[in-house]
């Protein structure tokens, strides 16, 4: 069934899902184009004849007992040299034969230069930590993976099948070459021949079809466009990483979708919600139904994407939402660098498409003359003198502030106006109108006060409006009415709220008044009494008589613990019950003598054994078991 589906997913997928065209490769050479470092050395290792896999590491690594990692191998400038590779062929195993080139689109240019340094050298065993796989939701299993339709190829075309980096990614369940579902083992994550080299084609090793359960055309396709996303981002070229440009182009395309009202005010439940259904024919499929479990809440790693970056995601997070957005990695990141600052989508057009017509237009719209000097690539003088030929208004804030000026925005302020009303009013902008706050304490201080009083006269009217609506409500019943009001004034006008409640307010019995404690004492004591006398006569093995046995014997064991204080009968009584340890070890040694003599009536019953039996380590000098 599943193959039947995945053949009519992959006569009618986009072609935009299929990664590019792979390679062949030459017969003898030492590497196939995309061909991982294992699967050279597993190749080199059937084409020389050896019997065991130790004899070609010996000649690759100089070590018999050495495992070759399928992601980040170790020991590349040894292995270089016995397979007398040119001098810079380290650089280019790495690049074009390892996955670390999938990390670098989404890694910081210095830390990936790092780990691509201490590969080259020859120490890759940190790779996974320093690249935050480990701690992911992703893994870092060594899963190995291959294409029936590829090694068949293989074997047409180079006469032996081998293994391919873009099929070891993470999420890669189907290959982009091909679109086969691919065959897996999980023979190196158990820790099963690590040390030895092997090839599609040759053994079972435990390969299985990828589970992908009861799979329907909609989840092929979906691990198609993870495929083809994956492979295109491993075969990108190399360039700077910039994270705040690559959140700047997952925003600039929310606002495109409508998922966003800017770029700093993302909907993050339409785009949960949207993303989640995107992708939901995968929340079924290992390593997916572990990232779409908690893309859907607050703080989850999807709105952490499409904020300013502040840790490193697994690329496999930047992939889904890529596919979400884009669906072709190529034009996502030829776009990202070529990208102005975020703006609506009207604004990107051309300098050559925009007449003068149009820039009133824009003008007029309401966007700035800043934002659309900068889409243009001009100087906003430039756009002014433009505007000003084209007959556009443009409302200019005066360079300076006079003194008559100052007084007056300075008495608006005093008096607690708006900010907003200020900048209307004076023709400032918000920026002046703060700075000349800030500048004067007097005024600041008589703004606070002035504030807070209509805050308060505000607060008082809606809480008076309620109870002129009705008279009789509670407490609750005002809150729930008014609560930023009510807030307020209980946090800042306490005093008046208790007095405009008080009438209202219901008299509640104190409930510890109402408690008879001397009563309570006479009765636990007589029953702390005899629960105590029960646990001393009890059948079986001797139970000691503490305070939490009584306790948990008693109808209300918190008595003990949080009232004691207010029963002194029942405290004395405690203090007279309570089972010391010596006692407690006496009658238990004095138990344990009666049930071993009636198990061997016939014989006597030597001490030791009744202590073993008691539980008790050690007899004192003279002490016997009576």
């Keep these: 069934m599943t193959c039947s589906i995945l053949r009519a997913a992959r006569d009618n997928c986009d072609p935009a899902f299929i990664a590019l065209p792979k390679m062949p490769g030459v017969p003898g050479a030492t590497a196939v184009p995309e061909e991982s470092v294992f699967g050279i050395a597993s190749r080199y290792h059937v084409l020389t004849g050896h019997q065991a896999a130790g004899a ?29 590779l040119p001098g810079d062929s380290i650089q280019d195993l790495i690049e074009h ?122 989840a092929i396709r979906s691990l198609q466009l993870v495929a083809g996303l994956s492979a295109q981002i491993l075969s990108l070229d190399d360039r700077p990483f910039n994270a ?28 949960s919600r949207e993303f989640a259904a995107f992708w939901s024919s995968l929340k079924d499929i290992s390593p997916f139904s572990n990232l779409l479990a908690g893309c859907d809440q607050d703080e989850s790693w999807l709105v952490g994407l499409c904020r300013k970056p502040r840790c490193t995601h697994h690329p496999l997070k930047h992939i889904l939402l890529i596919g979400f957005l884009a669906k072709d990695a190529a034009s996502f990141f030829g776009t990202s660098m070529r990208r102005p600052p975020i703006l609506a989508g009207t604004l990107r057009m051309k300098k050559t498409e925009l007449s003068d017509c149009k820039i009133v237009e824009l003008l007029e719209h309401g966007t700035s003359v800043r934002q659309v000097a900068s889409v243009l690539n001009w100087s906003t003088n430039t756009l002014l003198v433009k ?146 006398a029960e646990i001393l006569h009890a059948p079986g093995k001797p139970i000691r008589v503490t305070r939490n046995e009584i306790g948990r014997r008693t109808a209300q064991p918190s008595w003990l613990d949080k009232h004691l204080t207010k029963l002194p009968s029942t405290k004395a009584v405690l203090h007279a019950v309570i089972e010391s340890p010596e006692a407690f070890r006496d009658r238990r040694l004095r138990w344990w003598s009666r049930e071993l003599a009636t198990r061997s009536p016939y014989e006597p019953v030597a001490d030791w054994k009744i202590a073993r039996a008691a539980g008790v380590r050690h007899l004192q000098d003279g002490e016997r078991c009576l």
């Design 56 to 84: 070609t590491l010996i000649e690759l690594l100089g070590k018999r007992n050495v495992s070759l990692n399928t992601a980040f191998p170790s020991g590349l400038q040894v292995m270089c040299r016995r397979l007398a």
């Design 97 to 218: 034969h390892t996955i670390l080139p999938y990390f670098r689109s989404f890694t910081q240019t210095l830390h990936y230069r790092q780990i691509t340094q201490k590969v080259a050298d020859g120490f890759a065993g940190n790779a996974k930590i320093s690249l935050g796989l480990l701690a992911s939701r992703v893994g870092a299993q060594d899963i190995l993976r291959y294409c029936p339709a590829c090694v068949e190829a293989d074997l047409e075309t180079i006469g032996v099948a081998t293994w391919y980096r873009v099929h070891q990614l993470p999420g890669v369940l189907i290959c982009p070459y091909h679109g086969e579902l691919l065959n897996e083992s999980f023979c190196l994550a158990q820790r099963l021949m690590r040390q030895q080299l092997f090839l599609p084609a040759l053994g079972g090793h435990g390969f299985a079809r990828c589970c992908i359960g009861a799979a329907g055309v909609a």
């Design 244 to 271: 705040i440009e690559l959140r700047n182009e997952y925003a600039a395309r929310l606002v495109d979708r409508g998922l966003a009202s800017s770029p700093s005010r993302m909907r993050r439940a339409e785009l």
């Design 387 to 532: 505007a000003e030929k084209a007959g556009a208004l443009i409302k200019r804030r005066p360079k300076k502030i006079d003194a008559g000026l100052r007084v007056q925005v300075r008495r608006m302020l005093a008096t607690g106006e708006s900010i907003t009303g200020i900048m209307h009013a004076a023709n400032l902008s918000a920026a002046s109108v703060h700075r000349l706050l800030g500048g004067d304490r007097a005024t600041h201080q008589e703004r606070v006060v002035q504030l807070r009083r209509h805050r308060q006269q505000q607060a008082r009217e809606s809480v008076n409006a309620v109870l002129m609506e009705n008279p009789a409500a509670s407490f609750n019943a005002v809150r729930a009415s008014v609560p930023a009001d009510f807030s307020w004034l209980y946090r800042n006008d306490h005093e008046w709220l208790e007095d405009r409640l008080q009438p209202h307010a219901r008299a509640r019995p104190n409930k510890k008044n109402l408690i008879d404690w001397l009563e309570r004492d006479l009765c636990t004591s007589r029953q702390v009494e005899e629960v105590a």
